[in-house]
């Protein structure tokens, strides 16, 4: 593929570059010297599951990796353990190295189903920082100032508000910068939010008297809330793990001005014909699309199918799953047991905001018992046969 498809492919959806002019002269020595570029992408596994927020960064990787060109995908396990400080009012919480191992094996299995596996270079940026010396560890502070690191918007907002800011994150966008370093990274991707840490690894590079690498940051994308960034802790994830009934249903109740950045991120798909169809039709289209990426076509047929027949026609779905109870059971305690719900405060919080149905009947006691079969009833997706 010529340079200039090669950059439009690449652009698709992309927030910035830094700069298209560099990418454009990188590619093309590339070309001439027969050689793919080198593009890094940096993952602290500070949480076991991926979403599809995730993976707007994975599909650019996997763009790349489908361009000829070489992925590093690096698991900051070291990094990890320091906690990225992006965005934070707090100082952040560390991860053991044991902790971050076990995430980084989970992530290693589920962004298979984004990139081709057996073309990544998988690399822990332990293998490097926990071999230098305590002087050449502390010499990386050399390529960055107090000042500088003041200036970042979110210390500078934490400072001035009087919150703690630990030395300790001050070397994170420091040490990142190194992982570019000894990669030797052509490129490097990643969200908005991580512009400085990404400049940063310009400015490293530089110092080391390497090229400085292309920054190509993406879109933090929003969540089924259609306000916050796509959050697990926020609770408006589609997790690519998701059954892919419930991920057809969260991705119906999408806003239709948030369904076009959807459809540019999340798929490949010709988006010029979207805003001349019916929101539902487009907004069927997104899903099967999506849902089609991380199981197939027919899986995703048949989830479109479900959905128009729980929801349209209003009948229970096929594949319900069951709970058996011997007596009188407490409601709170079966949507825990049954899977349903993570704990029974979140069980309490949605039988008193109404989300809660036994056979067609709103529960509205949290210390209700249920005795005979039926059908339980768990937000607007959810729904758990019960066998007495």
């Not at 995730?54 to 361009?67: A, E, M, S, W």
């Not at 310009?202 to 089924?224: A, C, K, N, S, W």
């Not at 039709?281 to 047929?301: F, G, N, T, W």
């Not at 027949?309 to 305690?333: C, H, W």
């Amino acid at each position: 593929m010529d340079i200039q498809k090669q950059i439009e492919v690449i652009k698709r959806g992309a927030a910035g570059i830094v700069s298209e002019e560099e990418l454009a002269r990188k590619l093309e020595a590339a070309r001439k010297e027969n050689r793919p570029l080198r593009v890094k992408a940096g993952f602290d596994p500070t949480a076991p599951d991926i979403h599809v927020g995730h993976t707007v960064l994975l599909r650019k990787l996997r763009q790349f990796q489908d361009l000829g060109h070489e992925v590093y995908f690096l698991i900051g396990d070291f990094t990890a353990q320091i906690g990225d400080p992006t965005g934070r009012s707090v100082v952040r919480k560390t991860l053991s190295k044991e902790e971050a191992r076990k995430n980084a094996k989970t992530y290693q299995m589920q962004v298979s189903k984004v990139l081709d596996i057996d073309k990544i270079k998988v690399v822990f940026n332990s293998d490097w920082f926990e071999k230098m010396s305590v002087a050449r560890f502390l010499g990386l502070t050399m390529h960055a100032t107090v000042a500088q690191m003041a200036q970042r918007e979110d210390f500078k907002k934490r400072l001035d508000s009087n919150q703690d800011v630990s030395l300790l994150e001050f070397m994170y966008p420091i040490l990142q910068g190194y992982d570019s370093v000894f990669l030797h990274a052509d490129v490097e991707l990643g969200g908005t939010d991580q512009i400085f840490n990404l400049l940063q690894g310009r400015e490293m590079q530089r110092d080391f008297g390497q090229e400085p690498q292309v920054v190509i940051t993406m879109p933090l994308l929003e969540g089924t809330d259609g306000v916050n960034k796509m959050s697990k802790s926020l609770g408006n994830y589609i997790a690519i793990n998701d059954r892919p009934q419930d991920m057809f249903g969260k991705i119906m109740s999408i806003s239709d001005e948030l369904m076009i950045k959807y459809y540019t991120l999340l798929t490949d798909d010709d988006i010029n014909g979207v805003n001349a169809m019916h929101p539902k039709e487009a907004k069927v289209r997104l899903a099967k699309s999506i849902i089609a990426q991380y199981y197939s076509p027919q899986i995703a047929d048949e989830a479109a199918a479900e959905f128009s027949r729980v929801f349209a026609s209003k009948e229970l779905p096929q594949d319900m799953a069951e709970y058996r109870i011997s007596g009188e059971t407490n409601i709170v305690d079966i949507m825990v047991a049954g899977g349903q719900v993570k704990s029974k405060n979140e069980a309490r919080r949605l039988i008193q905001q109404g989300g809660i149905e036994f056979d067609n009947v709103k529960v509205i006691d949290v210390n209700a018992r249920i005795s005979s079969s039926g059908v339980l009833k768990i937000g607007s997706r959810r729904f758990l046969k019960i066998i007495a």
